[in-house]
């Protein structure tokens, strides 16, 4: 049963969400730089080289958290025959500033912006598949995600309840490359505002395990004047954050917003279009 019966009216969200989604991709190409290195991390210590593993953990969960894709819900899925693709727009504030302040040599944002255009693909059994790509925009990284979502509570009257588990790498920078992986659990309702619109709200908790793996870097410590190679071990964090979000669904547009907050917090905004 379509949510309007009248076309025309129902049409006009799509457009704006289509357009939206258009500004952004456009918007997608401006300039960004490498953002931080790891050399400034690196210091000399009385048995060798030594590196503050303090600062390469912010850097591991920040970048981690900002490349979650997308948004956990609404928990309910796009259905078997549904497919939707969109833009969202996510800001992450960074954690602490002292090591970004240190990698970037001073020169750092107060917090990590993506920009990412996301598809996803209904199948029986109400379980949907997804794939994204995303683009930070003070950084010259970008994110490739794939993600499962599977509603295993999903009716009218009962609250919808489904989980989603998601894979992702931070890829391009230099120094560093970023692994991320983890899953959301949401439950939620959907309520019908006067036969035009959906209103799903949610709320629920996430968890993922970001794995940092430092490249070979050169650096030149004080008093030197050769270049000394540092391999830095690798980085292993898990985070946790609370989810509450909802989306707004027209005929063949939706809007959503949602807040993840824990020791890392990200709000995300997203346009989509269903066919």
């Known amino acids: 049963m379509r949510a309007c019966a009248k076309r025309p009216l129902c049409e006009?969200?799509?457009?704006?969400?289509?357009?939206?989604?258009?500004?952004?991709?456009?918007?997608?190409?401006?300039?960004?730089?490498?953002?931080?290195?790891?050399?400034?991390?690196?210091?000399?210590?009385?048995?060798?080289?030594?590196?503050?593993?303090?600062?390469?953990?912010?850097?591991?969960?920040?970048?981690?958290?900002?490349?979650?894709?997308?948004?956990?819900?609404?928990?309910?899925?796009?259905?078997?025959?549904?497919?939707?693709?969109?833009?969202?727009?996510?800001?992450?504030?960074?954690?602490?500033?002292?090591?970004?302040?240190?990698?970037?040599?001073?020169?750092?944002?107060?917090?990590?912006?993506?920009?990412?255009?996301f598809v996803r693909k209904g199948l029986p059994s109400s379980v949907e598949l997804g794939a994204s790509i995303a683009f930070f925009h003070d950084l010259d990284v970008q994110v490739a995600s794939f993600e499962v979502k599977w509603a295993f509570v999903e009716g009218v009257s009962a609250p919808d309840i489904g989980a989603r588990i998601h894979l992702g790498g931070v890829l391009g920078h230099p120094d560093l490359t970023v692994v991320t992986t983890g899953a959301d659990l949401t439950i939620g309702k959907r309520f019908g505002l006067g036969?035009?619109?959906?209103?799903?709200?949610?709320?629920?908790?996430?968890?993922?395990?970001h794995h940092g793996v430092p490249r070979p870097i050169g650096v030149v410590l004080p008093g030197d004047v050769t270049v000394t190679t540092a391999i830095l071990p690798a980085s292993n964090l898990v985070t946790h954050r609370g989810l509450v979000g909802f989306e707004l669904a027209f005929s063949y547009?939706?809007?959503?917003?949602?807040?993840?907050?824990?020791?890392?917090?990200?709000?995300?905004f997203r346009v989509g279009a269903a066919l």
């Not at 991709?25 to 210091?43: D, K, N, R, T, W």
């Open 12 to 117: 006009r969200p799509s457009r704006y969400a289509l357009a939206a989604l258009a500004l952004a991709i456009v918007g997608l190409a401006g300039p960004a730089h490498a953002g931080f290195e790891l050399a400034p991390l690196v210091s000399r210590a009385s048995t060798g080289l030594d590196y503050d593993a303090t600062a390469l953990d912010t850097l591991v969960s920040d970048l981690g958290s900002a490349a979650r894709p997308g948004v956990g819900g609404p928990s309910a899925t796009v259905g078997a025959l549904g497919f939707t693709f969109g833009y969202a727009l996510a800001y992450t504030p960074i954690s602490a500033e002292e090591p970004w302040e240190l990698a970037s040599r001073g020169d750092h944002a107060n917090g990590l912006t993506t920009s990412q255009v």
């Open 195 to 209: 036969g035009v619109v959906r209103f799903a709200p949610y709320a629920g908790y996430a968890f993922a395990f």
């Open 253 to 268: 547009a939706s809007f959503g917003l949602e807040a993840s907050l824990g020791d890392t917090n990200t709000l995300t």
